[in-house]
Structures are given as C-alpha cells and as structure tokens.
C-alpha cells in the first residue's frame, strides 16, 4: 500500500480533505496529516475522515534557543513552520516511509520540501490534484523513484521572463534543485536563461539567487558565481550589479576558490563609490569602498593561498583602485598643523607603546624602557577597553571620514578617547600598521610623534591603504623586501609626505639560544611555527623525503599549534592535504609533533637543522632563533619575493638560501654527512645570527629611534 503524508500549516477545509482522503483511500494509499494548526479542537471531526493518522506538529518554538527564535522571527512563515517541525520524529519517520509529500497550503510548502531532501524516493508536490497525478502515474509504472515537481523546462524557455517571474519560491528551487543542475544541460539552460533580454531586475535577481543556490547544492561552486556574475551583467543598476558580483565571488572565497571575477566586482562597488561620492553621499559610497577593500584584500586571496596577486605584480593590482575618485580623496594626504616637539632635555621622554591584543615582539622593547632612566613607560592595548577596539577597527566609518573631510562623528569619538594619551605622550610607537594606525591618523597628532611599526602580514591588507601616513613620523619595517612592496603598494610611501623610514630587526634574545645540541640532533630537521597556510610546511615534508631516501635516520621535529580550521575554507583544505601527508610519517616516526612550547631554546637543543619553509615572511624569527641555537639553516627563497632586488637571499647569509626541495636536500645531505662538518657550519651560523640580531646589538638601534643615542 502506498504511503502519503499531508502536511499543513493551518487547518484544512474538512468537508474538503475528507473527500480528497476518500480519492487516495479509492488508489490503495494510506493518508497521513501533521499540522501546524491546533489539532486538538478538530480531533473528532478528523478521526471521522478515515486518516491512517494525524498528528500534531510543534506550535511554536517556545522550547527551542533564543537564537532560534530570533532567526524564525526575521524568517517567512513558511520558514517558521519548518523550523518548528525539522526536529519532529514523528515526522521524519513517517516522510522516510511515505511515497508521496503533499503540501496542503503554501505555509507548508517549504517544509515539504525540506522533508523530500531527506526522503529522495519520495514525491514532493503542492497541491491534492498534482498529488493525486503523481499517484496515478507512480502506479502506472510501477515505480518508487522520485520525479520533482519541476515545472516544464520547455515552457520556461518560451517565456522565462514570464514563468520565472511568476513562480513561487520554492518551485524556483524545485526548477534549480540538485538534480538538475548536476546534469551539464541543466546547468547550463539555467546561466543563460538569467541573461535573457528584456527580464525585469528584480526577477533577474530572484532568478540568478535560486540558480546559484541549486548550483551550489550541486557541488558547482563556480557556475554558481558564474551564473550571479552573468545575471550582473545585465543589471545597469550600481547597487544591485555590486551586490550580486559580490554574492558570486564570496561563493567562491567560501570554498577556499580565488574568485575569477575579483575584478569585476571590485570595480562595480568602486564604480559606485565614485557615483555616490561626486553626490555627496558619504555614508554610502563609504560603504561601497569598504567593501571594494574588503574583497580586493580578502585573507583567502592573500594570505591563506600559497600565492597572490600581490606577489605577481604588486603595482598592477592596486591600479584599480587608485583610479578610483573615491579612493584618491581617501589616499590623500591632510598632514599635520605643525611637525613634532623635540626630545625634552629636562625630563624623561615619555614613551607610549601601543597595539591591539598582539604583543608578541614587544616583550623586550617594554623591559628596555620600562627601567631606562631617560624614558618614562606606559602600554596601551587598545583591545582591552572596548570603547578603544571599536574604533580601532571601524574601517567603514574611518573610510567615511576621510571622504567627508571635515568633521564627523567618529573623528569626534577618536579626538575624546586618544587625546588624552596624545597630550602625555612625546612619542606613540604603535605595533603593527593595521586597524589602529588608520584610526590614528584621523585626527592630527599636534607635536607628538608618531612612530609606527609594520611586519609583513599589514602589506596584504587593506590597512595600509587606509592610514594617512602623512601624519605619521617614522615608519619601520622588520626587511628590506617588506618596504620594497609596501611603498610599490602606497602611492604615499613614494611621495613628499611619506614618513621616515627605517629598517629594524625584531627584538630577541637570541644569546639564550645558545646551548648544547643533544646527540640525535644532527639528523633532525626542525621547523618553528606550522599555524599558517604561508607556513607550506609541505615543503618541509618533501624535503624530509628526499633525506629519507639517502638516510633513514632523518627526522622532521614540527614546533607549534596546528592552523585553525576555522581560519577560512583554503587553511582548511591544506590543513587536510597536510594531515594526509603526516599520517604516515608520523606513524612511522619520521615525523615529530611537538605542539606549542613556551620554550623555544630547549626545544631547538633536538634540531640539528633548522628549516624555513615559508613562501613569505618577514624575517623568519624561527630561523633567526635556530641559526643562533646552531642548528643549519636551510631557507626557502621565499617565492612572494624570489627574484626581487631584496628577498631572502639578501637578508641572509650566501648559502642559508635554497630554491628548491632538491637543493635544500643536498645541502643537508652534504653538511650532515659528518659531525665535523654539521658542528662548524652551525657554530658559523650561531656567531652570525648573535652578532647581526641579539637584542643586546639591535637595541641600540632602537635607542637611536627613540631618543637619538648613537
């Protein structure tokens, strides 16, 4: 016998489904209702209609999560009888058993539907009459497979305009489900079918959204990108062509993909700041540019890839934007109204150290000067006062006040909270040009001065290209090749109100490395920090293998906590690539997994060789800290900057630097094949690394910046 479910979201007229009943009773079909409407009060009327059984569904979600009940809020009232019932056993069961889902009013639709994605032999259908077809035709074949309630394609394309204008919702995702767009010709019927000439544009929207979703349920994570991006195409609205170019490309940055229309949709929003900018319209062409910035500087296109724009050709990428009006009143330079005080002579200086949560380079500049008889400390970690962090990282609102040039809100905001500290101050030194050294220089500093500390990571971002660097004093980069592409980036950094610029080594204690190797440490590689895709610590896998095959002896020894999943859809996917690789090593004890470490020094007294994996970095901490320890340094020539005026072949010693797995493999093949050998190139790299970045030598540098000691 033939199992059918109705589903109904308010109650049916009974004189009506009694006799639909009696129609599916006369086919051989057990009949089942669940509603949302209160049964209680109609049980004797339907206990007479012959129904094999009726139950109630959830009335409410008064049990349910104050988030939950949040989002029904906000959701249509189909939505909201979904989100009562998904969790309803009774329900599940009875779907899974049923040949046929009916959809008794529209409110039930959509979970009629949602119970055929659970139930794929199952019918879906919306309606006694469509019900009571497929019934019929089910028996006449004989057949339990599920046919979708899709409506005609052949009439959608005499009239798309037409048809996809006037569909419901749910039949649009019927028309675009998982089985079609899954076949090539479905697919494809269904991106052209959004280009039609002549479809209104909000049909056109609708249209390409139900699209891209059936094309993503699909496992075609582009042709849905695609499919929004052509429907863009044909939109000559600025809000609604950036909205949807925007749709399609973070569909693709969602799943760890650089976008193929980046471009395009950077333009449209740029386009439109320019349009609402030359109206006036702060507010919104701020908003246009923030998310021009957001997506042209997005971490999965820079920072979670092994590659970026950034790296082919810095200059080229950032063109874009620099033609935009928008962003030139942004890039503009507003200077400072007078230029900062001298060191006072008759008192200490008084230093502020400032950053955002991450102070992890500061520890040993804050000892310095927190017992200097010429400085007078104080720290500030603007993430710590909530008032400070919100507009730290107001990106949307420092991009409104620079196009409005003049007085704002939020100018107003930074001027109450950071003035006092300006007032105190001789000298900020502010860590890391990101998100503060943008709120910074909104407002002028009077006759402070400003220093501003930039590593590498800040160069991917678009922080740069939203701080006023005019109003900045000196600006520090921790290499050569970070400066390199930071001013090719910054129009400002190249013109007359660029700051001063510097180059420091980061602050370490590298005289502490210095300690006894263990006996196995010769045949160990070692690599510090396998947290970030830029990481590539597959390249350090591959150059064990090639050891591996001349010595089995050799070992990789991985310091630190693994990447976070989380972090984006592409650290995600390389973390699973890196797993894969590991398992067997590990397994095998080739490879050693060490985790995170508070110390460093004894964890470097296991490595023999010291591994730079990188495809950028700044200066590689890690391998400063292990050339000082003694280990061998073996240093990919970072391929964000291979080939540059500076790299990593300039920032280290002749030989530290390899350009391949191949070539590092017989580098430690040749140095390791004695102890003699192994202890004298480590000692060599030892003395370099302790005479060129301990802090006892790099301080001093710092005492010249700050208080002009030589």
């Given at each position: 016998m033939t199992e059918v479910l109705f589903i109904a979201s308010k109650r049916p007229q009974l004189g009506l489904l009694k006799d639909s009943v009696a129609k599916f009773r006369a086919r051989d079909a057990e009949v089942y209702l669940a509603g949302t409407f209160h049964v209680s009060p109609v049980s004797e009327e339907l206990a007479e209609i012959q129904l094999a059984g009726v139950h109630q569904l959830p009335r409410n979600l008064s049990k349910r999560s104050g988030a939950l009940r949040r989002k029904a809020a906000g959701s249509p009232a189909g939505m909201r009888v979904w989100l009562q019932s998904q969790r309803d056993r009774w329900l599940r069961r009875r779907a899974l058993n049923a040949q046929v889902l009916v959809a008794l009013d529209p409110g039930a639709v959509y979970t009629v539907?949602?119970?055929?994605?659970?139930?794929?032999?199952?019918?879906?259908?919306?309606?006694?009459?469509?019900?009571?077809?497929?019934?019929?035709?089910?028996?006449?074949?004989?057949?339990?497979?599920r046919q979708a309630a899709l409506p005609p394609l052949g009439a959608v394309a005499k009239d798309v305009r037409r048809t996809i204008d006037g569909l419901p919702a749910v039949m649009m995702r019927t028309a675009t489900a998982r089985p079609v767009m899954r076949s090539t010709l479905g697919a494809r019927f269904w991106r052209s079918a959004v280009t039609v000439p002549g479809m209104p544009v909000k049909a056109r929207v609708a249209a390409s959204r139900y699209v891209a979703e059936g094309m993503q349920w699909a496992g075609r994570t582009s042709g849905a990108a695609i499919a929004l991006t052509e429907a863009a195409s044909k939109i000559s609205d600025l809000a609604v062509k950036a909205e949807l170019l925007d749709e399609g490309v973070m569909t693709e940055i969602a799943k760890g993909i650089s976008p193929r229309d980046l471009s395009r949709a950077v333009d449209a929003h740029l386009a439109r700041a320019d349009a609402q900018q030359a109206q006036g319209n702060h507010e919104i062409a701020s908003e246009a540019l923030n998310r021009a910035l957001f997506l042209g500087f997005h971490r999965v296109l820079h920072i979670d890839q092994l590659s970026s724009p950034l790296a082919k050709d810095a200059q080229k990428y950032v063109e874009r934007f620099h033609r935009s009006t928008a962003f030139q009143a942004v890039a503009r330079p507003r200077g400072r109204k007078k230029p900062p005080a001298a060191p006072p002579t008759d008192r200490p200086l008084r230093l502020l150290v400032t950053t955002s949560a991450n102070a992890n380079f500061?520890?040993?500049?804050?000892?310095?000067?927190?017992?200097?008889?010429?400085?007078?400390?104080?720290?500030?970690?603007?993430?710590?006062?909530?008032?400070?962090?919100?507009?730290?990282?107001?990106?949307?609102?420092?991009?409104?006040?620079?196009?409005?040039?003049?007085?704002?809100?939020?100018?107003?905001?930074?001027?109450?909270?950071?003035?006092?500290?300006?007032?105190?101050?001789?000298?900020?030194?502010?860590?890391?040009?990101?998100?503060?050294?943008?709120?910074?220089?909104?407002?002028?500093?009077?006759?402070?001065?400003?220093?501003?500390?930039?590593?590498?990571?800040?160069?991917?971002?678009?922080?740069?290209?939203?701080?006023?660097?005019?109003?900045?004093?000196?600006?520090?980069?921790?290499?050569?090749?970070?400066?390199?592409?930071?001013?090719?980036?910054?129009?400002?950094?190249?013109?007359?109100?660029?700051?001063?610029?510097?180059?420091?080594?980061?602050?370490?204690?590298?005289?502490?490395?210095?300690?006894?190797?263990?006996?196995?440490?010769?045949?160990?590689?070692?690599?510090?920090?396998?947290?970030?895709?830029?990481?590539?610590?597959?390249?350090?896998?591959?150059?064990?293998?090639?050891?591996?095959?001349?010595?089995?002896?050799?070992?990789?020894?991985?310091?630190?906590?693994?990447?976070?999943?989380?972090?984006?859809?592409?650290?995600?996917?390389?973390?699973?690539?890196?797993?894969?690789?590991?398992?067997?090593?590990?397994?095998?004890?080739?490879?050693?997994?060490?985790?995170?470490?508070?110390?460093?020094?004894?964890?470097?007294?296991?490595?023999?060789?010291?591994?730079?994996?990188?495809?950028?970095?700044?200066?590689?901490?890690?391998?400063?800290?292990?050339?000082?320890?003694?280990?061998?340094?073996?240093?990919?020539?970072?391929?964000?900057?291979?080939?540059?005026?500076?790299?990593?072949?300039?920032?280290?010693?002749?030989?530290?630097?390899?350009?391949?797995?191949?070539?590092?493999?017989?580098?430690?093949?040749?140095?390791?094949?004695?102890?003699?050998?192994?202890?004298?190139?480590?000692?060599?790299?030892?003395?370099?690394?302790?005479?060129?970045?301990?802090?006892?030598?790099?301080?001093?540098?710092?005492?010249?910046?700050?208080?002009?000691?030589?």
């Amino acid at each position: 016998m033939t199992e059918v479910l109705f589903i109904a979201s308010k109650r049916p007229q009974l004189g009506l489904l009694k006799d639909s009943v009696a129609k599916f009773r006369a086919r051989d079909a057990e009949v089942y209702l669940a509603g949302t409407f209160h049964v209680s009060p109609v049980s004797e009327e339907l206990a007479e209609i012959q129904l094999a059984g009726v139950h109630q569904l959830p009335r409410n979600l008064s049990k349910r999560s104050g988030a939950l009940r949040r989002k029904a809020a906000g959701s249509p009232a189909g939505m909201r009888v979904w989100l009562q019932s998904q969790r309803d056993r009774w329900l599940r069961r009875r779907a899974l058993n049923a040949q046929v889902l009916v959809a008794l009013d529209p409110g039930a639709v959509y979970t009629v539907w949602r119970l055929s994605q659970y139930a794929p032999a199952a019918e879906a259908h919306f309606g006694i009459a469509a019900a009571l077809t497929a019934l019929d035709k089910l028996k006449q074949r004989g057949a339990t497979a599920r046919q979708a309630a899709l409506p005609p394609l052949g009439a959608v394309a005499k009239d798309v305009r037409r048809t996809i204008d006037g569909l419901p919702a749910v039949m649009m995702r019927t028309a675009t489900a998982r089985p079609v767009m899954r076949s090539t010709l479905g697919a494809r019927f269904w991106r052209s079918a959004v280009t039609v000439p002549g479809m209104p544009v909000k049909a056109r929207v609708a249209a390409s959204r139900y699209v891209a979703e059936g094309m993503q349920w699909a496992g075609r994570t582009s042709g849905a990108a695609i499919a929004l991006t052509e429907a863009a195409s044909k939109i000559s609205d600025l809000a609604v062509k950036a909205e949807l170019l925007d749709e399609g490309v973070m569909t693709e940055i969602a799943k760890g993909i650089s976008p193929r229309d980046l471009s395009r949709a950077v333009d449209a929003h740029l386009a439109r700041a320019d349009a609402q900018q030359a109206q006036g319209n702060h507010e919104i062409a701020s908003e246009a540019l923030n998310r021009a910035l957001f997506l042209g500087f997005h971490r999965v296109l820079h920072i979670d890839q092994l590659s970026s724009p950034l790296a082919k050709d810095a200059q080229k990428y950032v063109e874009r934007f620099h033609r935009s009006t928008a962003f030139q009143a942004v890039a503009r330079p507003r200077g400072r109204k007078k230029p900062p005080a001298a060191p006072p002579t008759d008192r200490p200086l008084r230093l502020l150290v400032t950053t955002s949560a991450n102070a992890n380079f500061l520890k040993h500049i804050l000892a310095l000067y927190e017992d200097h008889p010429e400085v007078e400390l104080r720290y500030l970690d603007l993430a710590a006062q909530r008032a400070l962090k919100r507009i730290s990282w107001a990106a949307r609102l420092m991009l409104e006040d620079r196009l409005a040039d003049g007085p704002t809100a939020y100018q107003a905001d930074v001027e109450r909270l950071m003035r006092p500290y300006l007032d105190w101050a001789d000298t900020v030194f502010l860590d890391w040009s990101v998100g503060p050294a943008s709120m910074l220089t909104t407002i002028d500093p009077g006759d402070t001065r400003i220093v501003v500390r930039l590593h590498s990571y800040e160069a991917f971002t678009r922080w740069p290209h939203m701080t006023d660097f005019s109003r900045i004093d000196d600006l520090i980069f921790v290499a050569p090749h970070v400066r390199d592409l930071t001013t090719s980036l910054v129009p400002q950094l190249r013109g007359d109100a660029a700051p001063r610029m510097h180059v420091l080594d980061n602050a370490m204690d590298l005289s502490g490395f210095v300690r006894p190797k263990t006996a196995d440490a010769r045949f160990n590689l070692g690599l510090i920090g396998v947290s970030q895709v830029a990481k590539d610590p597959l390249w350090a896998v591959e150059v064990l293998k090639l050891v591996r095959e001349r010595d089995e002896r050799y070992r990789l020894l991985l310091v630190g906590g693994d990447m976070d999943p989380k972090t984006s859809k592409a650290t995600a996917e390389y973390r699973t690539a890196l797993e894969r690789e590991l398992k067997p090593l590990v397994e095998s004890g080739a490879v050693v997994r060490q985790g995170p470490t508070d110390d460093v020094p004894a964890a470097l007294t296991d490595i023999g060789v010291i591994l730079s994996s990188s495809v950028r970095e700044g200066c590689h901490v890690g391998l400063m800290e292990g050339a000082a320890s003694a280990a061998l340094p073996v240093a990919r020539d970072w391929p964000f900057y291979a080939g540059r005026a500076n790299s990593a072949r300039t920032l280290y010693p002749e030989g530290w630097v390899v350009g391949s797995p191949e070539e590092a493999a017989r580098r430690i093949l040749e140095v390791t094949s004695s102890e003699e050998a192994w202890l004298e190139a480590g000692k060599a790299a030892s003395r370099h690394a302790v005479s060129s970045w301990d802090w006892s030598v790099v301080q001093k540098q710092f005492d010249q910046l700050f208080l002009g000691e030589s």
